[in-house]
């Protein structure tokens, strides 16, 4: 009886890597067929990719492309940010929180580990400072008054525990119109001791 299940279970897979190697070649033809659109007009309905029945079309009423990916405080911080750094040193602008902090498998327990991903997959850094491997230095998030809501407080205490916890330094920069640069590399590199 046994010997009969597994008998069928393995024609079963069988069957199936005959049909995954039969497709290949079909797919593969329809990703070549797969071209980029010429530029749509400023107003038109711009199409998507083929065969993708749920998003059909975007028009240019619900969406629109920023003109920067910072805010005017965030730009002013970034600018006096790269006269701060070290050459060698790599500025991210708003990494997720997962790209730059990972969540570890957890054997047996796959809803656990979705759930862990789930806490950091949606929330970002303001920037993360790199060595030219691109390995995370420190981060830094810029702390204005949206930060003393309750909800605010509450992400932040999760992103100050969680950075403790990778052994990643996180710096809080209060919002300011202008940023001295000595003052900064003062609390970079005095901190980064």
């Given at each position: 009886m046994i010997i009969?299940i597994?008998?069928?279970?393995f024609?079963?897979?069988?069957?199936?890597?005959?049909?995954?190697d039969e497709?290949?070649?079909k797919?593969?033809?329809?990703?070549?067929?797969?071209?980029?659109?010429?530029?749509?007009?400023?107003?038109?309905t711009?199409?998507?990719?083929?065969?993708?029945s749920q998003?059909?079309?975007?028009?240019?009423k619900?969406?629109?492309?920023?003109?920067?990916?910072?805010?005017?405080?965030?730009t002013a911080?970034?600018?006096?940010?790269k006269?701060?750094?070290l050459?060698?040193?790599?500025?991210v602008?708003?990494p997720?929180?997962?790209?730059?902090?990972?969540?570890?498998?957890?054997?047996?327990?796959k809803t656990?580990?979705?759930a862990n991903?789930?806490k950091?997959?949606?929330?970002?850094?303001?920037?993360?400072i790199?060595?030219k491997?691109?390995?995370?230095?420190?981060a830094?998030?810029?702390d204005?008054?949206s930060?003393n809501?309750?909800h605010?407080?509450?992400?932040?205490?999760?992103?100050?525990?969680?950075?403790?916890s990778?052994?990643?330094?996180?710096?809080?920069?209060p919002?300011?119109?202008?940023?001295d640069?000595a003052l900064?590399r003062?609390?970079i590199?005095?901190?980064?001791q």
């Amino acid at each position: 009886m046994i010997i009969q299940i597994l008998k069928k279970i393995f024609q079963k897979i069988f069957q199936m890597f005959q049909e995954f190697d039969e497709n290949i070649p079909k797919k593969f033809n329809q990703l070549q067929a797969i071209k980029t659109p010429p530029p749509a007009p400023a107003s038109s309905t711009v199409p998507t990719a083929p065969n993708d029945s749920q998003y059909q079309t975007v028009t240019d009423k619900h969406f629109f492309k920023r003109d920067s990916l910072l805010t005017k405080t965030e730009t002013a911080f970034y600018n006096t940010l790269k006269k701060t750094l070290l050459q060698e040193e790599i500025i991210v602008i708003k990494p997720r929180l997962e790209d730059v902090i990972g969540a570890s498998f957890i054997p047996r327990n796959k809803t656990k580990h979705q759930a862990n991903r789930g806490k950091i997959r949606s929330r970002h850094f303001d920037f993360v400072i790199c060595n030219k491997n691109i390995k995370p230095l420190f981060a830094i998030e810029l702390d204005d008054k949206s930060h003393n809501t309750n909800h605010a407080k509450k992400i932040d205490g999760f992103k100050n525990n969680l950075c403790l916890s990778v052994q990643l330094r996180l710096l809080r920069i209060p919002v300011e119109t202008t940023y001295d640069t000595a003052l900064l590399r003062a609390i970079i590199y005095q901190q980064n001791q």
